[in-house]
């Protein structure tokens, strides 16, 4: 009979075969090829995590998008008297400039606005052709001319009058009233941007019946506007307001200025004012 201590000094034999070694070796190669292409993917997805957050500030706001004009529409310089540089006119120039209808492309507005001693701004949107005109103050822009456009391209607005254009003194007590009624007040009367109603009112932007508000405690004023971006406007009227809520009528528009000498471009404060694109 064989001793117990020898049952337990003899080792376990293998029950396993060659054809098994191979088997294991195999996946374990197919097993680290796995894990190589896991990584990968980890790596592609952390790779597109950090792109999108460039696209964000430390607020969580879209950064501002410069204006490109396609290749196909690229604007010719001027040599006679160059463009202004940095700058896009992509805002809406309340009247001050005038359909130029034989211009049919962005191409061809800039080259005979060039071409005219006379011509000093132009625009191009699909909707309104080609405008041209003179020279304009733009921005913050308060030296030059009294002809001026805004910076920023057409937006979105919440606003209202509080008066009937021609109307009798009464229709404009009622419109008034229900104007500033909160429950029967329309902030979505005048969606497109109107013109007129002055410098920002920087202590009540915070909303649209903020801004509402400040305009009916204020006997002279009968028109407001809010904007999220750009604040509360009032005054004793506007006009040139924009649009109906078409799509078209807030894109923004691609034009240039000519540079001129007698200006400074400056802002109220004798500044430099530069546009931000």
């Not at 456009?149 to 404009?172: A, F, I, N, T, V």
């Not at 909303?207 to 904007?227: G, T």
């Not at 400056?266 to 530069?274: H, T």
Request: charge should be positive; aromatic fraction near 8%; include cysteine.
């Amino acid at each position: 009979m064989m001793k117990r201590s020898s049952i337990w000094k003899t080792p376990p034999q293998s029950v396993q075969s060659s054809s098994d070694d191979d088997k294991y070796s195999r996946h374990g190669v197919h097993m680290n090829r796995v894990r190589c292409a896991i990584f990968a993917v980890i790596v592609m997805i952390c790779l597109a995590a950090v792109r999108l957050a460039m696209f964000f500030d430390k607020d969580t706001k879209l950064r501002p998008v410069k204006l490109v004009v396609p290749a196909s529409e690229s604007i010719p310089q001027c040599e006679s008297q160059p463009w202004k540089p940095n700058e896009d006119m992509r805002g809406k120039c309340p009247g001050d400039l005038k359909p130029f209808a034989s211009a049919k492309t962005v191409s061809e507005c800039a080259t005979t606005c060039c071409s005219d001693p006379k011509c000093i701004t132009w625009q191009y949107r699909k909707d309104t052709g080609c405008l041209q005109g003179g020279d304009v103050r733009l921005g913050m822009e308060k030296d030059g001319v009294s002809a001026w456009c805004s910076d920023h391209p057409p937006r979105r607005w919440k606003g209202q009058y509080l008066y009937k254009k021609g109307g009798k003194e009464e229709e404009d007590a009622e419109i008034r009233r229900k104007g500033c009624d909160a429950s029967t007040w329309n902030p979505n009367e005048q969606v497109g941007q109107c013109f007129g109603l002055g410098d920002v009112k920087k202590n009540v932007s915070g909303s649209a019946e903020e801004c509402r508000s400040a305009c009916c405690k204020d006997e002279k004023c009968r028109a407001w506007q809010w904007n999220a971006d750009l604040g509360c406007f009032y005054a004793s009227h506007m006009f040139s307001c924009q649009g109906d809520g078409d799509p078209v009528q807030f894109e923004p528009f691609v034009g240039r200025r000519k540079l001129m000498a007698n200006r400074k471009y400056i802002d109220i404060n004798d500044k430099p004012w530069v546009m931000t694109l």
